[in-house]
């Protein structure tokens, strides 16, 4: 995923670089002597499920290709507190100057996918799938999806362009259920356009008017109680893919899960995270 992706997550780095550094980091400048070598690790400070060594490697190739920089984990690595993630070694300047958006990106990236594989774990026993959402963070939607994946986690559409999603105000919008997916199948074919197509319902009287008409992929269940859920699950008969989402938390993903639902969407995943706790700290 992150080969497919590289040209744009260099185009972030640098920007993120140019962000941080500015003109210069006169910090390092005003007291390393220029060419000093020296050697750094990084290091957890809390147990995760690790994420974004690639990107820190990354990072330090823009800075200064001659950073010797060494992975000693992979992505998806269970880590404790204490272990050592990679290495650094090359001019102390550099390593100074890419530290903070290396750790920028993996300290978030490495949460959201140790939350995901938290909330996997709670589902694991179920044939639900667990998905993402767009609630990103702006321009940091690849790489957060990326780290889903890499906690266990199943992408959900990557943005507005690859899979229709009726949602409450479309709908609305439209002017009812059987006008937004007229509209919308009216559209696919204009356009010649191969593209799933998932809508929400709010209740049972959507949920009939969607079966009733048909002509699409998947349903969301948005809100629905686990009993409402269950009771939809029956009604639908395998006739659709089903999708659960709305408030669901630790705390009631599991039962959700035993409803027979395909997949459950948690937003909390990439927009509610309180980044890993990672240091960088001098190799001696």
Same mark, same amino acid.
């Given at each position: 995923?992150l080969n497919?992706?590289?040209? !744009?997550?260099i185009?972030? /780095?640098?920007?993120?670089l +140019? $962000? ?6 006169h910090? @390092? ?5 220029? *060419?000093? !070598? ?7 400070? !809390?147990?995760? /499920?690790i994420?974004g ?15 010797k920089? =060494?992975? %000693?984990?992979?992505?998806?690595? +269970?880590?404790?507190? *204490?272990e050592e ?15 903070r ?8 990236l ?5 939350r995901?594989?938290?909330y996997q774990? %709670?589902?694991? $026993? &179920? ?8 609630? &990103?963070?702006?321009?940091m939607?690849? #790489? ?8 266990? *986690?199943t ?7 690859d ?11 439209a002017? *009812? /259920? =059987? ?5 919308? &199948?009216?559209?696919?074919q204009e356009?010649s #356009?191969?593209?799933?197509?998932e809508i929400?319902?709010r209740?049972?009287?959507? #949920?009939s !008017? ?5 002509g699409?992929?998947?349903?969301? %269940?948005d ?9 939809a699950?029956?009604?639908?008969n ?8 709305g408030?669901?938390n630790?705390?009631t993903?599991?039962?959700?899960a ?6 459950? @969407? ?6 509610k995270?309180?980044?890993?706790? #990672?240091?960088l700290?001098?190799?001696?």
């Open positions: 995923m497919k992706y590289k040209q !744009q997550i185009s972030h /780095i640098q920007l993120a +140019k $962000e941080d550094v500015g003109e210069a980091d910090s @390092s400048l005003s007291c390393i002597e220029k *060419g000093t !070598q020296d050697k750094a690790k990084l290091v957890a400070k !809390q147990d995760c /499920i994420c060594i690639e990107i820190a490697r990354l990072v330090y190739k823009t800075v200064d290709e001659s950073v920089f =060494t992975a %000693l984990k992979h992505d998806g690595d +269970k880590i404790k507190k *204490g993630i990679f290495k650094v070694e090359g001019e102390a300047i550099s390593i100074l100057t890419a530290e958006t290396a750790l920028n990106y993996m300290q978030r490495s949460a959201i996918s140790t995901t594989n938290y774990s %709670l589902i694991a $026993e &179920t044939y639900a799938q667990l998905l993402d959402t767009r609630k &990103t963070t702006p321009t939607r690849i #790489l957060e999806k990326y780290a889903v994946k890499v906690g266990g *986690g992408n959900h559409r990557f943005g507005l362009y899979m229709i999603m009726l949602k409450d105000n479309h709908i609305d919008f002017g *009812g /259920i =059987t006008k937004a997916i007229d509209k919308v &199948t009216n559209y696919l356009k #356009l191969n593209l799933k197509i929400e319902v209740d049972f009287e959507e #949920l !008017q969607v079966l009733q008409r048909g699409i992929h998947r349903i969301m %269940l809100n629905f109680t686990v009993e409402d859920t269950r009771k699950v029956e009604i639908i395998k006739r659709y893919e089903i999708e659960s989402s408030g669901i630790e705390a993903i599991s039962e959700y035993k409803t027979g639902v395909d997949y459950i @969407s948690v937003g909390a995943l990439t927009h995270i309180d980044s890993i706790d #990672l240091s700290v001098a190799d001696n």
